[in-house]
């Protein structure tokens, strides 16, 4: 008797427990069905209890690390939706999201991927936001670019990023919206980007850094016959023209270094921080120039030093 009571009480318990996990929601007037579940460790068995109608996964807060191939395949014809976002991925199967001819949206925020597979991505004809923020992605297959022709958003802010090919966007036709900051670019890299945004009027201006400042800068230099980037020479004139802007500004001139106009005082005092000592010998130009070579690399840590402790649901809270 006492081992059925216990029986019951672990069954019941177990029921309850199951539930909070996984629920499925239904909404007749948006017309979907959200199967959504967290702090799952497995991940077949619980799909298995989704209804085969099923437009809108969502799975988060679990531990996952990989996801076998075919996983989805049973929701080919209805998801619409299927948001995998703070699970512990570590490794996706090639064929994991095979089948899913209907999905809009792929939301792999807040994962520990660190490569992107172009194999993930084929036959996904009609996926519209793709959402691989907050990952440690160090590369990027350059397979996927044609695959994502259909794709309006692109999310690839907060991973390892330090260089893309900007002419593989043009495979991207489509593409409306890109977040590609809180990554260690190369500096020329990141110009070259932001330029081919620029030029095919896709918005980025959700950037964490604003870098229209250097971006104009090295154009200009570019566009006055001083370099290709990523050469020394652009930098070099890039360096060039905003300490004379610099010191045009402030007043730094001969003269001006007696006038403490405005901000001249603070500025002066900066200078004389980043000043080099005699142990590099380098000039107000060199230690500069370094600066801002080391600019991508350097304000991402201080800016993280002043998140949360943990991420919320929206990234871009």
Sequence with gaps: MRCYFFFLVFYLFGYVWSEETCQTITSKMAKTVTFDCTELNTLQDH??????????IIIHGSNLINIAGHTFVRFGATLRVLDL???????????????????????????RLTWISSDWFVNLYNLRTLDLSFNLIQSIDYKIFPLLYRVENFYIDYNNLKAIDYNLFVYMVNLKKIKFGKNPWNWGYRALLTWEMENRNIDYSSEWDDWNWMSNVIKD???SGEGGIPSDSVIDCAVRKLLDFTYDTLHFSPIGWANDVGCAPEARRLISCVRPK???????????????????????PMIRAHSPLSYTSNPEL
């Design 85 to 111: 976002h703070e699970n512990n991925i570590e490794a996706l199967d090639r064929q994991v999201f095979t089948g899913l001819i209907n999905l809009n949206e792929l939301i792999l925020w807040g994962n």
């Design 47 to 56: 799909l298995d209890s989704a209804q085969s109608n099923t437009t809108n």
């Design 278 to 300: 005699n142990v590099t010998e380098n000039t107000d130009y060199q230690t500069i120039r370094m600066i801002l070579q080391d600019y991508s690399r350097i304000l991402p």
């Design 221 to 223: 230099c570019t566009e």
